[in-house]
DNA sequence: CTTTTGACCTGACAGC
DNA sequence: TGCTGTCAGGTCAAAA
């Protein structure tokens, strides 16, 4: 489900609730997740405090002075503030209650998702320290793509869906920015110019930080952490589009699989 | 080393 | 009202 835009936006949803937040109950109704939510997590968050909330990559970090939680939402997960007697709904598999009366609810039906702990730097944790750059870093360039490209001959699209080239861009935003840099998906990584990828650089910036202003990408359930969709799929030009016509010049849409993925593309306007 | 494939899960939807 | 097949914002390990 979530790319960046809509992870950072669960994020900055979630701190007003629960920075500075003192938790006081850890509920697992299920711990059959991508892996198993680790037995001893109850003991370590016990009567901690939330520190701060960041995000690297698709990982959500909630520091405590003991440790770092550590949540990744796989394809279906969602985390939800709602006052802490809500009853609990299906799939929610872990229920954080805090001091102020509300909880955190995750939920995530398919359950590809993690919640893990580390007492260590969470950004050397084994899921985490191979992660790419961030790509609205200031040091993610068109150098930077077309040095890590020289030996991948994958199709670009791979390429810039690769988490330990760059982190982030999943199917929706790594349709788009292709669309919106001109390039075919198709094409070997290695074999783009320079120029090519200033381009591809600069339409990957733009297009994420449009993304999270419009607060993500709703298709089926990504909501932020008080139920709000966001409103960035009516901005999509190339994603989900079956059947319909180029907005740039009219030529039919052109959809594949590539890498078990549904790829979407112009045959006229992406056709290096 | 790079690239491809299968696996992990549930729910929604189309077609019979 | 079923049943079957297909698809979905991800990513890891094993195989090639």
Redesign the pocket.
């Known amino acids: ?3 960046l835009p ?1 992870v950072e936006t669960i994020c900055r949803g979630l701190a007003p609730s629960i920075v500075q937040q003192k938790i006081i109950t850890i509920t697992i109704y299920n711990n ?1 997740l ?1 892996y198993p939510i680790p037995k001893n997590i109850s003991k370590s968050l016990a009567k901690q405090t939330i520190q701060k909330i960041y995000r690297r ?2 990982y959500i970090l909630l520091t405590t002075k003991k440790g770092t939680l550590i949540i ?1 939402l ?3 997960g969602t985390l939800q503030i709602k006052p802490k007697n809500h009853p609990s709904g ?2 929610e598999h872990f229920i954080l209650t805090f001091a102020n009366d509300l909880s955190l609810r995750y939920k995530d ?4 998702g993690a919640i893990l702990w580390t007492n260590k730097d969470p950004l050397k944790h084994p ?1 985490l320290k ?1 992660l790419g750059i961030e790509p609205l870093d200031n040091n993610f360039t068109a150098n930077y793509l077309y040095d890590r490209a020289k ?5 670009v699209k ?1 390429f810039i869906m690769n ?1 330990e080239v760059v982190t982030g861009i ?3 935003y790594a349709n788009e920015v292709l669309f919106a840099a001109k390039i075919n998906p198709l094409t070997a ?1 290695n074999t783009i110019t320079l120029h090519r990828y200033q381009i591809l650089a600069k339409e990957i910036k733009k297009i994420l930080r449009s993304a999270i202003k419009h607060r ?7 909501t932020d952490s008080h139920g709000k969709q966001g409103s960035f799929q009516n901005k999509l030009k190339i994603y989900g589009k079956f059947d319909e016509n180029c907005c740039r010049c009219q030529t039919k849409l052109t959809h594949i699989k590539l ?4 790829t979407f593309f112009c045959l006229f306007c992406q056709n290096n």
Do not use: V, Y
């Not at 030996?151 to 199709?155: D, G």
């Not at 993500?216 to 990504?222: M, Y």
């Not at 890498?259 to 549904?262: I, K, L, P, V, W």
């Open positions: 489900m979530p790319e809509e059959k991508r990559g698709k990744h796989g394809m279906s299906k799939h039906p398919r359950r590809f899921l191979k030996s991948k001959h994958c199709a791979q988490n999943g199917n929706i990584a993500g990408t709703t298709i089926q359930d990504h890498g078990q993925r549904t």
